[in-house]
């Protein structure tokens, strides 16, 4: 299938297709992002609180019968090796705008989540300032 070829190309280690219904949406999640470990909260549309709450979330991925979760392999030298966790992190986005690309051009509707946040603007835009301003 040719599908199933170009999400290989891609660089995805392993995928399975599962009912949308069958994704676990837990309120942890969110309380994690509020704590804001990453330093993403309030700074991107693909984070909390942009996002809205868990339940809202949940319904924006209902609207979907099926999901495709994915996984990806970036080796690293030892359980230090920030080096290599930065370089998989990096490489993990560019496999999801490749995965991106590939959805953009065989499905006319889809939502694709991934890790952290929306990364392609350099500065927050004037209307996400001035929705989340404190």
């Not at 992002?33 to 693909?46: H, I």
């Not at 986005?93 to 959805?103: E, F």
Request: with cysteine.
């Amino acid at each position: 299938m040719l599908w199933e070829s170009a999400l290989k190309e891609t660089g995805i280690h392993e995928y399975g297709v599962i009912a949308a219904a069958e994704i676990p949406f837990e309120a942890e999640i969110q309380k994690i992002c509020e704590s804001n470990v990453c330093r993403l909260y309030g700074k991107t549309w693909a984070c909390p609180p942009a996002v809205g709450s868990v339940h809202a979330c949940r319904e924006r991925c209902l609207h979907y019968q099926k999901a495709l979760v994915f996984s990806a392999i970036y080796p690293l030298t030892d359980s230090f090796d920030y080096e290599g966790m930065l370089k998989g992190h990096d490489a993990f986005k560019d496999l999801c705008d490749r995965l991106y690309g590939l959805a953009k051009a065989q499905l006319h509707d889809f939502l694709l989540l991934s890790n952290e946040g929306y990364m392609f603007c350099d500065t927050i835009c004037s209307l996400f300032r001035s929705l989340f301003r404190k």
